[in-house]
Every structure is written in C-alpha cells, then in structure tokens.
C-alpha cells in the first residue's frame, strides 16, 4: 500500500488505487526486481542534510515525500495526469524557449529524468547533468537514461548550495521544481543558478500557472504543502532579484507557464 496520508478524495478513491495498480502489476518489473537499499546507496551523497522543509514534507500526500520509493514509482502517472493535454508537449515548451545551442546543461531537481532525457536528445553534443535530492528519483531517471541509451551524468545535490563552480553551465533548467518549495528556498535556488551560469547564459523554467493555479482543482486535490507560496508569488521578481535580465514569462495550455532569462555580466 502507498502511504498516503490527509488526502482529498479524489486522491483517495481515484488517483492512490491508480497507482496502487500500476505498482502491484508493475509490467516492467521495476518494482519488484531492484534491490532499492543498494540502489539508493549508489546516488546518496553522505555530505548531504536535507532542508527541514524537504525531509519533514508529504509531497502529493505520500508520507515521506520523496524520500521513499512510492515518490519514484507515483511521479511519472502524476506528472502524465497532469501536463495536458501532453507531458511531452508540455516539456518540449521549455526546450523551445532555448535560444543558444547549449554546451554544458544543468537539470535542476530533475526528477525522474523525464525532461534530463529530453535536453540530451535535443542536444545531443551538449553535457547534460541532473541534480536532485532524492536518490529514489535519481533511480529512476538513471533507468530511464540507460533505457534511452544516452550519456547523463546524476548527482544528490541541494539546489541552493550545489557543488559546481561558478560559471560552470550555459543552461540551467528546472521543470516543475519551485511549486514544491518555500518562497525563500525558491529564491534561493534561482541565485544559486544565477552563480552556476556563464555570462549570456540562460535559464528556462516550467511550472504552473501562477496566474490561474490558486482557482484551480489542482491545488486542493494534490498535497503541496508550499504551491500556495507558488501561487502567491512571482517568477519574474525572483529572476529579477537574483540579478537575471531578459525575463519573459508566458502562458502555455492555460495552467502551465514557461519563464526564460538571461545572465549578463556586468
């Protein structure tokens, strides 16, 4: 059984038994034939603390958020259901929002890997890396990527404080990253990424909505303990204070939105 805790019930009676489904018949054997102690200590960096907002969060309701496997095996069907009306669709905005031919590209909270996969196929001479701080997630987005054939390097790292030296990316990307986070830690992840880029470099980011996420189902049937700071906040005033210019945000599908901008050195 998923552990799911204060859930609407929509989440429930429809979306938990979903994916009680798909993990009980798991059709690819992902579940059952992986030995997740052992996988999970190949991507656990042991300098890692979780944020207290991170490690004592029930994202989407499942208790332990994602530091727990049902986050990897639930995130995929949640994100499907979701980005209408076509994840691909919705993620391929980001990418066409780039306006470089990136050389070094950093994911940002990349999950599962959906959209890490998807900038090394679009850029395929590019250096891709994605960072996360779940190692259940970053599981996944390996299996995903060895699936694909593909070289992508995965690291645990707090986006706020990441490893890289500065100036070290010509893209950084995040995919819906910021609703899951407090509006000072949002911010924070923005300046971190302002640091990780080179001069001309972009960013490119997608998430809800603000505009229209705090009238929408979306907000009460799923359990985001921060999407209200989200909802309240704006995208375009972090990227300005984290020193960004060239700030444009618009609207995709009604509920999704695309931000992009750019470093300058001054």
Same mark, same amino acid.
């Given at each position: 059984?998923?552990?799911?805790?204060?859930?609407?019930?929509?989440?429930?009676?429809?979306?938990?038994?979903?994916?009680?489904?798909? /993990?009980?018949?798991?059709?690819?054997?992902?579940?059952?034939?992986?030995?997740?102690?052992?996988?999970?200590?190949?991507?656990?960096?042991?300098?890692?603390?979780?944020?207290?907002?991170?490690?004592?969060?029930? =994202?989407?309701?499942?208790?332990?958020?994602?530091?727990? &496997?049902?986050?990897?095996?639930?995130?995929?069907?949640?994100?499907?259901?979701?980005?209408?009306?076509?994840?691909?669709?919705?993620?391929?905005?980001?990418?066409?929002?780039?306006?470089?031919?990136?050389?070094?590209?950093?994911?940002?909270?990349?999950?599962?890997?959906?959209? #890490?996969?998807?900038?090394?196929?679009?850029?395929?001479?590019?250096? &891709?890396?994605?960072?996360?701080?779940?190692?259940?997630?970053?599981?996944?987005?390996?299996?995903?990527?060895?699936?694909?054939?593909?070289?992508?390097?995965?690291?645990?790292?707090?986006?706020?404080?990441?490893?890289?030296?500065?100036?070290? =990316?010509?893209?950084?990307?995040?995919?819906?990253?910021?609703?899951?986070?407090?509006?000072? &830690?949002?911010?924070?992840?923005?300046?971190? /990424?302002?640091?990780?880029?080179?001069?001309?470099?972009?960013?490119?980011?997608?998430?809800?909505?603000?505009?229209?996420?705090?009238?929408?189902?979306?907000?009460?049937? =799923?359990?985001?303990?921060?999407?209200?700071?989200?909802?309240?906040?704006?995208?375009?005033?972090?990227?300005?204070?984290?020193?960004?210019?060239?700030?444009? #945000?618009?609207?995709?599908?009604?509920?999704?939105?695309?931000?992009?901008? &750019?470093?300058?050195?001054?």
């Amino acid at each position: 059984m998923l552990a799911v805790i204060q859930c609407h019930p929509i989440v429930r009676k429809v979306i938990v038994p979903a994916l009680e489904s798909i /993990a009980q018949s798991d059709p690819l054997g992902w579940y059952r034939n992986r030995n997740w102690h052992q996988e999970y200590e190949k991507f656990a960096n042991p300098c890692i603390s979780y944020p207290e907002y991170y490690k004592n969060s029930n =994202f989407h309701g499942i208790q332990g958020g994602y530091l727990c &496997v049902e986050a990897a095996m639930s995130y995929d069907p949640i994100s499907q259901w979701l980005l209408l009306p076509s994840e691909t669709l919705i993620r391929r905005c980001l990418i066409n929002s780039v306006q470089r031919q990136p050389k070094r590209i950093l994911d940002i909270g990349c999950g599962t890997g959906s959209m #890490t996969v998807m900038l090394k196929q679009t850029f395929p001479n590019a250096e &891709v890396i994605g960072i996360d701080l779940s190692p259940y997630m970053l599981t996944r987005a390996a299996e995903k990527t060895i699936q694909k054939k593909l070289s992508i390097h995965y690291y645990q790292q707090n986006a706020e404080a990441t490893l890289f030296p500065d100036s070290s =990316f010509d893209l950084v990307t995040l995919s819906l990253v910021l609703h899951e986070t407090p509006a000072d &830690v949002s911010q924070n992840v923005l300046q971190e /990424a302002h640091r990780l880029l080179s001069d001309r470099g972009e960013i490119a980011i997608l998430n809800g909505n603000q505009q229209n996420l705090q009238k929408h189902w979306v907000h009460s049937v =799923f359990e985001e303990p921060y999407i209200g700071d989200y909802a309240a906040g704006c995208i375009d005033r972090w990227l300005a204070f984290a020193g960004f210019q060239s700030i444009q #945000t618009h609207s995709i599908w009604r509920m999704q939105q695309i931000s992009h901008a &750019v470093k300058v050195n001054q």
